[in-house]
Every structure is written in structure tokens, then in C-alpha cells.
């Protein structure tokens, strides 16, 4: 036990999971993206389907594979209906990247691993990013998994190379259950290291190239069927998969997501410039080194020199290339790569003989990030759903099953913290594509079939008075339910005298 205590690695683990599930549920959830993904999963938990993510009971949510809606659906059914619950998958996630962020350090750069793990929790990007809910932690989760495969296939015992390569293949499989197509631009760095670099090994073995015979009917056993089954239930769900969110995010600015010619530097370059902090500096000086191993690299002896270097560089390079010509960017499209940037930090630094920073100034910068997302949970934002459950209870008492919200933003964190289905109306008719429509329903056919004396809704105040109107037209009374809230009017729907 003194052992454990005075290890590194111990006290590394230790803090990572402080920084993980300290505050993990003391802010609510966050429209609009937390409540959309909470609410698909709490909509399996509620209609026992996990195999159709649904936003409502009418209408699918397609815009992303299941696999985060099943780690939420399934933590959430375990440690009950909280934030803490809905964000433990993105924590569990982090925690995993780093401790492969050490796995892979001690085949990469030995002597390493230590630095590789504590750099990866303490850069501020993958923490803050560990305290939402998104998909995007658990594919970065899968993907180092596929790439810690690889490593041990490359760089490990040959004998063992081709378990690590399955893996690899199930890694990946798991990515593309996660976020599709996206999840496997990593193996762009693997096909190009592959191609750069002898099988054989300085210490005699051959290693297998990534690509075998039995790699892709594996990969499909695990990544496909979800997908063949319900293409199969929804007919043209495979052409939308295909059509808006692969080819769409790729090629156009249809979902505004910073598609200017310029988006890419404005989007990704403070990402990755502030979100490697405190430990950029490396970063920088190897970067300023890169010049030098590319011409190394431009010879076979050079890249079967530096085998390690060359897969980190091609890891973290060519998929920033992808995600700068495409024309959907966000910030967390990159979080992926802060597992290989936390690994060239920490070669980096090994091979300038610096050690771990001394723990009082590690435990000092841990101090900052805890209250920096402290901050944020008592940062007063409209998006908070839990403030406006406790507005919503405090001036509607009486039971809620149901939330419809009129020609405004979906507030789909309300399902967890009201234990309410939500809906997005429209006031009129427009278009309703089958899927990923605006709306889940217009409010002439929610009152219509589906009436519910128990729902609660709201509208914006300037649209109070038409959504009156065409309540009355209809044969129904709109009941305002104390005053306003962050410029919502919250009312409820009764049956006019007489009209029903």
C-alpha cells in the first residue's frame, strides 16, 4: 500500500478522477445540445426501444448513431434521472483517453507514460469537454481504443500483433456506432503509416498491416447491424444518413457551422492553441522540430527510425486536414486529437529530460479547472433546463407530463429535470420532412388528437397573442400561469365551455 501511495501513476489516477466526478452534476443540463441527447436516451428508457432514437413519441432523432444514447440511457437507469447520471459516459470517457494516452506513451516514448496521462487531464479542452454531454467524448474514447490496437500491434510483441489488430477493427467498429463515417478518419493515419513504414521491426518480428482479410467482416459485425436494421424499418433513412449528414456536413454550410473559407482557422486554431493549456509550450517546440523530422522522414531508414514520431504526427495531421476542408466545424470535432497531442507533449518533454512539473503547481492548475467549472454551473444562461424546471414548478403547481413549447427553441433538458416529454410546436404547417423535421407536431394536431390537461406550454411573449388566438379558434382557453419567464409566457390549455 506505502508503494501504491508514493507512485506517480497512483496520485496521477487520483487526480483525474477528481477532476472527472467532482462537480460532474452540479450545474443542469444544457439546451440545446445536452437536452437533445438526454432526451433521446431517456425516450429509450421510456418506451423500452433502443433501438429507434426518438425525440418525441412522434418523431426519430437520426442525426447521430445510438451508442452515446445507450452509455446515457444506461447510466442514467443505474444512478437515476440527474446531470451527475447523464454526464458520467463523457467522464468515463476522458478517464479512459487517459489512461490510453498511457498506455500507448509507454510503447511510444517509454518513460513517458506518466507525463502522457497527466497531460491529457489536466489540458483544458478535454476537461471541460469531460463535463458535457455530447458525443463526441465517447468517439474520441473509441478511437484511442482502435489506435491503442494499432500501437500494440506495431510496436508490441509480433506474436500478439494480430489480437491487437481485432482490437483495432472493434475500436473502430465502436466509433462508427458513435458518430458514423467521422469515426473513422483516423484510419487515414493508419492506411498512411502503414504505407510509409517496413513491416519488419529492428528487433526482427514482422508485424501484419492493419488491412487483413477477416479486418472488415469483423468491423461490419460490429458496427453495421444497428444500422441495416433500422434502414431496414424506416425506408429512405439510409439516403438521409448518406445525403444530409455525410455528404451535407461535408460539402455545404447548410447547418452554419462556420463554413466559410476562413471557418477553419477561426474554429480550430483557439481550440487547439488554448484548449492544449498549460502544456502548448511542448506543443510549440515540436512543431518547431517538425521541419527537420520530415526531412528525416523523407527516406525509408529515416521513417522506420522514428516509427513513433511519424504515426503521432500522421495521427494528429491528417484528420485535422479532414476536418479543415469540411465545411461543418465546431470545436469538438478536434477533441480526438488532444490523445495524440497529449502524447507528442509528453515525448516531447521526455526527450528534453523534463519531469512532471511539481504537484503543488499541478494541484494549483487542478484548483483553476475546478473552478472554472464551478463558475460555469453558476453562470446565469437562459439554456439552463434545471432553472427553468424550478421556474416552470414554481408557477405551474400540479402535475406535468408533457412540455410543449410553441415557436421557440426545444427545451429538451426539461425531460430530465421536469420527468416530462417535450415537444417543439409550430404555430402554422410548415414542411415536415420525415426526418430531422424543425417541429415535432403543429399545435392544431396536438390539441386535436392529443390534448393533455396535464401539459404545460410556452411561447415567446410578442407570439402570446397569436398562439391565444388560434387556441380559441380551435375551441381552447389559454390559462397564463404566474408572469413571465426570461421573456416566456407559461400557460396551460383548457377546453373552451361547451366546444368539446
Known amino acids: 500500500m506505502q508503494r501504491l501511495l508514493r507512485s506517480p501513476n497512483a496520485w496521477i489516477a487520483a487526480l483525474a478522477l477528481v477532476l472527472a466526478l467532482a462537480l460532474l452534476g452540479q450545474r443542469g443540463i444544457w439546451d440545446p445540445d445536452e437536452g437533445r441527447y438526454t432526451n433521446a436516451a431517456l425516450h429509450m428508457l421510456d418506451s423500452g426501444n433502443w433501438l429507434e432514437p426518438h425525440r418525441s413519441e412522434e418523431v426519430g432523432h437520426w442525426t447521430k448513431p445510438p451508442l452515446t444514447y445507450w452509455a446515457i440511457a444506461s447510466s442514467v437507469a443505474v444512478f437515476g434521472h440527474n446531470p451527475w447520471a447523464a454526464r458520467l459516459p463523457a467522464a468515463l470517457s476522458y478517464l479512459l483517453c487517459a489512461w490510453l494516452a498511457w498506455k500507448m506513451a509507454k510503447r511510444l516514448a517509454p518513460g513517458s507514460e506518466t507525463q502522457a496521462a497527466a497531460i491529457f487531464a489536466t489540458?483544458?479542452?478535454?476537461?471541460?469537454?469531460?463535463?458535457?454531454?455530447?458525443?463526441?467524448?465517447?468517439?474520441?474514447?473509441?478511437?484511442?481504443?482502435?489506435?491503442?490496437?494499432?500501437?500494440?500491434?506495431?510496436?508490441?510483441?509480433?506474436?500478439?500483433?494480430?489480437?491487437?489488430?481485432?482490437?483495432?477493427?472493434?475500436?473502430?467498429?465502436?466509433?462508427?456506432?458513435?458518430?458514423?463515417?467521422?469515426?473513422?478518419?483516423?484510419?487515414?493515419?493508419?492506411?498512411?503509416?502503414?504505407?510509409?513504414?517496413?513491416?519488419?521491426?529492428?528487433?526482427?518480428?514482422?508485424r501484419p498491416r492493419a488491412l487483413q482479410w477477416w479486418a472488415l467482416p469483423w468491423f461490419a459485425a460490429i458496427a453495421l447491424p444497428w444500422y441495416a436494421l433500422v434502414t431496414a424499418r424506416n425506408p429512405g433513412l439510409l439516403d438521409?444518413?448518406?445525403?444530409?449528414?455525410?455528404?451535407?456536413?461535408?460539402?455545404?454550410?447548410?447547418?452554419?457551422?462556420?463554413?466559410?473559407?476562413?471557418?477553419?482557422?477561426?474554429i480550430y486554431a483557439p481550440t487547439l492553441l488554448l484548449g492544449t493549456l498549460p502544456w502548448t509550450p511542448a506543443l510549440w517546440r515540436w512543431l518547431r522540430g517538425l521541419p527537420a523530422a520530415l526531412r528525416a522522414w523523407r527516406t525509408r531508414p529515416g521513417r522506420d527510425a522514428d516509427r513513433s514520431g511519424l504515426l503521432l504526427a500522421l495521427w494528429?495531421?491528417?484528420?485535422?486536414?479532414?476536418?479543415?476542408?469540411?465545411?461543418?466545424?465546431?470545436?469538438?470535432?478536434?477533441?480526438?486529437?488532444?490523445?495524440?497531442?497529449?502524447?507528442?507533449?509528453?515525448?516531447?518533454?521526455?526527450?528534453e529530460q523534463r519531469a512532471l512539473p511539481r504537484w503543488r503547481w499541478l494541484l494549483a492548475w487542478a484548483a483553476v479547472l475546478l473552478a472554472l467549472e464551478f463558475a460555469a454551473a453558476w453562470w446565469p444562461t437562459h439554456k439552463d433546463a434545471r432553472a427553468w424546471a424550478e421556474a416552470i414548478?414554481?408557477?405551474?403547481?400540479g402535475p406535468i407530463t408533457q412540455v410543449d413549447i410553441v415557436d421557440d427553441m426545444a427545451r429538451y433538458g426539461l425531460h430530465l429535470h421536469l420527468g416530462a416529454s417535450v415537444e417543439k410546436l409550430s404555430l402554422g404547417n410548415p414542411p415536415h420532412p420525415r426526418f430531422n423535421p424543425e417541429y415535432d407536431?403543429?399545435?392544431?394536431?396536438?390539441?386535436?388528437?392529443?390534448?393533455?390537461?396535464?401539459?404545460?406550454?410556452?411561447?415567446?411573449?410578442?407570439?402570446?397573442?397569436?398562439?391565444?388566438?388560434?387556441?380559441?379558434?380551435?375551441?381552447?382557453?389559454?390559462?397564463?400561469?404566474?408572469?413571465?419567464?426570461?421573456?416566456?409566457?407559461?400557460?396551460?390549455?383548457?377546453?373552451?365551455?361547451?366546444a368539446r
Open 316 to 351: 494528429v495531421a491528417l484528420p485535422l486536414l479532414v476536418f479543415c476542408l469540411s465545411r461543418s466545424r465546431l470545436p469538438l470535432y478536434v477533441l480526438p486529437l488532444f490523445v495524440p497531442l497529449a502524447l507528442l507533449a509528453a515525448r516531447q518533454r521526455h526527450a
Open 240 to 266: 438521409y444518413f448518406l445525403g444530409a449528414e455525410v455528404l451535407d456536413r461535408i460539402a455545404s454550410n447548410d447547418f452554419n457551422r462556420h463554413g466559410e473559407w476562413y471557418g477553419w482557422l477561426t
Open 123 to 206: 489540458m483544458l479542452f478535454p476537461f471541460g469537454a469531460a463535463q458535457l454531454i455530447t458525443t463526441d467524448y465517447v468517439l474520441a474514447a473509441c478511437e484511442a481504443l482502435a489506435l491503442w490496437g494499432f500501437v500494440e500491434a506495431r510496436f508490441g510483441k509480433a506474436a500478439h500483433a494480430r489480437r491487437w489488430l481485432a482490437l483495432m477493427w472493434a475500436g473502430f467498429g465502436l466509433a462508427f456506432l458513435a458518430k458514423g463515417p467521422p469515426g473513422l478518419v483516423p484510419l487515414l493515419a493508419v492506411f498512411a503509416f502503414d504505407a510509409l513504414t517496413t513491416s519488419r521491426h529492428a528487433d526482427g518480428g514482422v
Open 393 to 397: 414548478r414554481a408557477r405551474a403547481p
Open 441 to 498: 407536431e403543429d399545435v392544431t394536431d396536438e390539441v386535436g388528437d392529443d390534448y393533455d390537461p396535464d401539459a404545460i406550454w410556452f411561447t415567446k411573449q410578442d407570439n402570446f397573442a397569436k398562439v391565444d388566438a388560434h387556441l380559441r379558434a380551435l375551441g381552447f382557453a389559454t390559462v397564463v400561469q404566474g408572469t413571465p419567464y426570461e421573456g416566456r409566457v407559461i400557460f396551460r390549455v383548457r377546453p373552451l365551455a361547451g
